[in-house]
């Protein structure tokens, strides 16, 4: 074999390879990172998860860079409540947000006091151990922690500063068909629904959140290699999603 022919071969090889990864990710699965706390306590800042493309079958926003090769969704399926999901921000079509699914078409959703109401029945909640995060500044905020529990049945821990605060009081408001509800399960610090997301089509939806395969906790510097390691969060590893 010259070595024309095997540079050739392992350009080939190379094609191949991207080619793969390019329809793994457009048909099955794509990672993401989280890089903000809009949705602690299930999805940490650093946390890496890989989004299942297929569930809610397949939009522009499935393929990169959102090519508008169709309209609409294919081998749609749609998202339950309590889902989370990543999507693209409907005001431009193009930056990825991460939330959980409250709201199904057709439903109404208000919040009071603090209190969410899905169609008219307050969601129960039951509040459990504080949580505890740093800000960047190195101090220590300590939230309310509840789990809540969403009509159907699915479970979830939310946080809250307190029942009063800006985005806990939301007038009552029907998902139109074709759209859905979100909010970020740190309900006092989440750019969701209720403040400039809106509601989010269909088509805009990118995938369920299924499991993470990485979480990091990049608050020191990047040229310290040495603090690493000791900046994985092992315990955070193969968790998946709810």
Same mark, same amino acid.
């Given at each position: 074999?010259?070595?024309?022919?095997?540079?050739?071969?392992?350009?080939?090889?190379?094609?191949?390879?991207?080619?793969?990864?390019?329809?793994?990710?457009?048909?099955?699965?794509?990672?993401?990172?989280?890089?903000?706390?809009?949705?602690?306590?299930?999805?940490?800042?650093?946390?890496?998860l890989f989004v299942s493309k297929y569930t809610y079958g397949y939009s522009k926003h499935s393929?990169?860079?959102?090519?508008?090769?169709?309209?609409?969704?294919?081998?749609?399926?749609?998202?339950?409540?309590?889902?989370?999901?990543?999507?693209?921000?409907?005001?431009?079509?193009?930056?990825?947000?991460?939330?959980?699914?409250?709201?199904?078409?057709?439903?109404?959703?208000?919040?009071?006091?603090?209190?969410?109401?899905?169609?008219?029945?307050?969601?129960?909640?039951?509040?459990?151990?504080?949580?505890?995060?740093?800000?960047?500044?190195? /101090?220590? $905020?300590?939230?309310?922690?509840?789990?809540? #529990?969403? *009509?159907?049945?699915?479970?979830?821990?939310? !946080?809250?500063? +307190?029942?009063?605060?800006?985005?806990?009081?939301?007038?009552?408001?029907?998902?139109?068909?074709?759209?859905?509800?979100?909010?970020?399960?740190?309900?006092?610090?989440?750019?969701?629904?209720?403040?400039?997301?809106?509601?989010?089509?269909?088509?805009?939806?990118?995938?369920?959140?299924?499991?993470?395969?990485?979480?990091? /906790?990049? $608050?020191?510097?990047?040229?310290?290699?040495? #603090?690493? *390691?000791?900046?994985?969060?092992?315990?955070? !590893?193969?968790? +998946?999603?709810?």
């Amino acid at each position: 074999m010259d070595k024309e022919e095997s540079f050739g071969d392992t350009i080939k090889t190379i094609v191949y390879a991207i080619l793969i990864a390019i329809v793994i990710r457009t048909l099955w699965f794509e990672p993401f990172k989280i890089p903000s706390g809009s949705m602690y306590p299930t999805l940490y800042v650093g946390d890496y998860l890989f989004v299942s493309k297929y569930t809610y079958g397949y939009s522009k926003h499935s393929l990169p860079w959102s090519i508008p090769l169709f309209e609409g969704r294919i081998w749609k399926d749609s998202p339950k409540r309590g889902d989370v999901v990543v999507f693209k921000y409907p005001r431009d079509n193009r930056t990825d947000f991460i939330k959980r699914v409250i709201g199904l078409p057709g439903d109404t959703i208000k919040l009071e006091n603090g209190r969410l109401f899905i169609n008219g029945k307050k969601v129960e909640r039951e509040q459990i151990e504080d949580f505890v995060m740093r800000d960047r500044n190195g /101090n220590a $905020e300590r939230y309310r922690q509840y789990v809540e #529990t969403l *009509p159907g049945g699915v479970k979830h821990r939310i !946080l809250e500063i +307190s029942d009063s605060e800006d985005n806990d009081e939301f007038s009552e408001v029907k998902v139109p068909q074709g759209t859905y509800f979100m909010m970020g399960d740190n309900r006092d610090r989440s750019d969701d629904s209720r403040v400039n997301v809106g509601f989010v089509p269909e088509e805009n939806l990118v995938g369920k959140a299924r499991f993470l395969f990485f979480s990091h /906790n990049d $608050e020191d510097a990047w040229y310290k290699p040495w #603090t690493w *390691p000791k900046k994985i969060r092992w315990s955070r !590893l193969f968790n +998946s999603i709810h």
